[in-house]
């Protein structure tokens, strides 16, 4: 059966003025199709099917051939997309031509429209909606002020101003080669500012990706890779702690290994149960090549592990409300830097009844800066994703904060180095921004766990019993089901180099100050907006 790669980050495909949320499968008030509640089995109902192919004909028929070439020649000829010329025109036929299958989209100044993205692209991309600096947008839609994120796939559909769109990947085993994010301004759907190349192309194979061919490791080399010591060497210190030393690690008796909990008891997508071993998340600290690397490291269960509701936090914003270890005990460990905010990071103490630990990635972190061209303990920029900064919570997700930046952009793709988006910024942010985002929005998130800056990091995913041939990785594919809930619509993504060069260009034209911090929480426009 084809699992969605998608699928945790999107449960439910209703919304707000867009959707008759109280009918699954229900008719979208522009026209379009509401996506099956239960898209955690990636199937849709016989009717919704129905109606999905009856509208797509319908678009397509009436869609503007002339939009379609236009982005897909220029796309493909420069790896950027749409001149700003180009693209506007290209928008506007978008538009006219979902307006002849839908008349209140016509000479809408107030919104824009989607590319359609179909289910026969490598990989089936979809469109998740992201959100703007600091927007959490949770599953479920428990509270008023965060309703759940929408989806689309195959429908040209109309978004608001300032809303903003995410590709994601829907097949199992496939990731975006690169970030590409379309936002709706003034009326026109921009393609171009967080996007360089032609959505229908990003979904590949993760070891057909850019980045991975850019960073190819080979485990079974006795060459040294960094100070003398060969990446077969240095695994095997990792497997030695983390493999055949499990046990050990989850009898909790012993000071060893501290295994706090930054994202809860949750079952993380793309990670399985993540254990974090440093109590600040301090990505600028000295580092070793050696087992003491690995920051977090993700765990599946070897058994028949029955997770369930999140009695450790008691959250209630994801979708999953079923993807939490159960009777996990754990000590509190306040954040003493910042007495103003309640931020809580447990620490398990006592053994985990039923699970049976099978460890399956690693997580090396990173300080982050588009323009260090260096290689760290061996490891070369390619080989990192870009994780944003924000605060973790304890239901697994994150809040995340994505830098205005002087050019009235926010920071989407990684312009801002993990300096200026330190935990100090990222709290005074918070303070300000506290009354748009609710208290209610972060008590469901199971409150704050811990916070960090923008960083970057290396992945090493495990492929079933094969333990000695890790490969890096923005997800892993073995950690996608129906038990398991997504940190963010966007969390770790891979940079490759022509990309990371891009975003340096970007900021020795811009300046020193084009990350400057402010609390303005309406610059470049509201920091909190929910579509």
Request: some cysteine.
């Amino acid at each position: 059966m084809r699992l969605s790669t998608v699928l945790i980050f999107a449960a439910y495909a209703s919304a707000e003025n867009l959707s008759d949320s109280s009918k699954p499968g229900g008719q979208l008030k522009n026209g379009g199709l509401r996506h099956s509640v239960d898209r955690k089995l990636g199937i849709f109902d016989s009717s919704a099917k129905a109606a999905k192919t009856k509208s797509t004909k319908a678009f397509k028929s009436a869609k503007s051939a002339k939009a379609t070439k236009l982005f897909t020649k220029t796309a493909k000829a420069d790896g950027v997309g749409l001149n700003n010329e180009d693209q506007n025109e290209a928008a506007s036929a978008a538009v006219s031509a979902a307006a002849a299958n839908n008349p209140k989209v016509a000479n809408n100044p107030n919104t824009c429209v989607l590319p359609e993205l179909t289910d026969d692209m490598a990989g089936m991309p979809i469109w998740i909606q992201h959100g703007q600096v600091m927007t959490f947008f949770v599953q479920s839609g428990t509270a008023p002020q965060a309703p759940p994120r929408k989806t689309y796939t195959d429908e040209r559909l109309t978004i608001a101003n300032n809303d903003m769109y995410v590709l994601q990947c829907q097949e199992n085993g496939y990731v975006p080669d690169e970030t590409c994010f379309y936002a709706c301004k003034d009326g026109v759907i921009d393609t171009t500012t967080y996007c360089r190349q032609d959505p229908a192309d990003l979904c590949k194979k993760t070891r057909e990706t850019t980045a991975f061919q850019q960073c190819l490791l080979d485990f079974d080399s006795d060459e040294p890779f960094h100070d003398g010591k060969s990446l077969k060497t240095w695994w095997g210190e990792v497997l030695d702690v983390f493999h055949f030393g499990r046990d050990e690690i989850f009898k909790f008796d012993n000071n060893t290994i501290d295994f706090f909990l930054g994202h809860g008891a949750a079952n993380i997508a793309g990670t399985g149960w993540l254990s974090q071993h440093q109590e600040i998340i301090a990505p600028d600290d000295e580092q070793f090549f050696d087992a003491s690397f690995v920051k977090f490291a993700g765990w599946a269960d070897e058994g028949d592990y029955e997770y369930g509701p999140d009695t450790l936090r008691n959250s209630s914003s994801s979708a999953t409300q079923n993807g939490y270890l159960q009777d996990v005990v754990t000590e509190d460990y306040p954040d003493v830097r910042f007495p103003e905010v309640d931020m809580v990071l447990p620490k398990v103490v006592a053994p985990v009844p039923g699970f049976k630990p099978k460890f399956s990635s690693a997580v090396l972190l990173s300080e982050y800066d588009p323009c260090d061209e260096s290689k760290y303990l061996g490891f070369a920029p390619e080989c990192f994703t870009h994780h944003h900064g924000g605060f973790h919570t304890g239901s697994g997700e994150q809040l995340p904060y994505y830098a205005p930046m002087i050019n009235g952009n926010i920071d989407l793709n990684g312009h801002c180095t993990s300096a200026e988006t330190n935990p100090f910024i990222l709290v005074e942010a918070l303070k300000a921004n506290q009354a748009n985002i609710g208290e209610d929005v972060m008590k469901k998130a199971g409150g704050i766990t811990g916070v960090h800056p923008v960083v970057r990091s290396v992945h090493l995913c495990i492929d079933g019993d094969d333990i000695y041939h890790p490969y890096i990785c923005a997800i892993h594919s073995d950690h996608l089901g129906s038990d398991t809930l997504p940190i963010s619509a966007s969390p770790f993504m891979f940079q490759p180099t022509k990309n990371r060069k891009k975003l340096c260009a970007d900021r020795v034209a811009a300046g020193p100050n084009l990350c400057k911090a402010t609390t303005d929480t309406n610059y470049p426009f509201p920091w909190t907006q929910h579509f």
